[in-house]
């Protein structure tokens, strides 16, 4: 009984299609590789748009049965879900990288200097960089992971930031790497994968009637946990938030131009009431 996976392209997707792979045994599949709209946007070089982008493309093609599951990022799946779709999200082995990595050019490191050049793509990145690491010279950096570790080591920048978990993946992306671990609250979802799949769908009841499905149900709670604040909140990907909980825990940061506030909390109505009262949707859209 074959399969048809639904990805992007990158070497990165390739390989979260590959875990999925092996973390659910799959024997046949066949991979249908969709270019999608925030792949569109990230060639142009823009940066600026809802990380749904790279998702609802894909959600299109599982909607209209051309595919049977999708593998994401779970950090690209947005809080509203997409109705008719269900998913599940996942790690191998039940391990979970969520930190960030601040990667030194060779010529540099392993201590970063404020007038380092810093580069990043995401707003949330930028303003940790600013608030915790005191950050003087940022840089806007797009592209998938092989590109923007291309930049570093071609010197446009002194160092830059991506996720671990990505790395994790592409080991070898970081062979005779300077790098440090950024100790910053990450975003919903990092570390994680997501596999999508439309109601009914008979592969759909075989993931859920897997071990792994047991062994992730945790991880489930905690994310779908921290996406109904950022729904309630009314975030997107470009939001300006850190975000992550572990048994039955909330916290997070949000960031404006000039400050930022810290949350923690157990109950999603609570926490709301509280960012409210601090002045955390202000913060959100300082950047409106």
């Not at 639904?6 to 024997?27: C, G, M, P, Y």
């Not at 392993?110 to 050049?117: E, G, I, L, Q, V």
């Amino acid at each position: 009984m074959t399969i048809k996976i639904a990805s992007r392209s990158s070497n990165l997707a390739i390989a979260q299609v590959e875990e999925f792979i092996k973390t659910f045994s799959i024997k046949e599949f066949e991979l249908i590789n969709i270019r999608t709209q925030g792949d569109i946007m990230s060639a142009k070089g823009e940066i600026l748009f809802d990380k749904a982008h790279f998702v609802s493309d894909i959600e299109d093609s599982l909607l209209n049965g051309s595919v049977d599951v999708a593998i994401h990022s779970a950090k690209d799946m947005p809080a509203k879900k997409t109705i008719g779709l269900k998913h599940l999200y996942f790690t191998k082995e039940n391990k979970r990288f969520v930190s960030d990595l601040l990667i030194f050019n060779n010529d540099q490191g392993p201590f970063f200097k404020s007038n380092m050049k810093l580069g990043t793509s995401s707003l949330r990145r930028r303003l940790q960089a600013k608030f915790h690491l005191n950050a003087k010279n940022i840089s806007s950096l797009n592209g998938n992971i092989d590109t923007r570790i291309k930049k570093l080591d071609d010197g446009e920048y002194d160092c830059i930031i991506l996720a671990e978990a990505g790395l994790k993946r592409l080991e070898h992306l970081l062979e005779g790497k300077n790098f440090a671990r950024l100790n910053h609250i990450s975003c919903s979802g990092q570390g994680a994968l997501a596999v999508q799949w439309k109601e009914n769908n008979k592969f759909g009841d075989l993931i859920m009637s897997s071990d792994i499905a047991s062994l992730s149900a945790e991880l489930n709670t905690n994310i779908e946990m921290e996406k109904s604040l950022l729904k309630k909140l009314k975030t997107n990907c470009n939001s300006a938030i850190s975000i992550e909980s572990a048994r039955g825990q909330i916290k997070g940061e949000i960031y404006g131009i000039d400050k930022f506030i810290t949350f923690k909390g157990s109950k999603i109505e609570t926490l709301y009431k509280e960012i409210i009262d601090m002045g955390g949707l202000e913060l959100l859209n300082d950047h409106n």
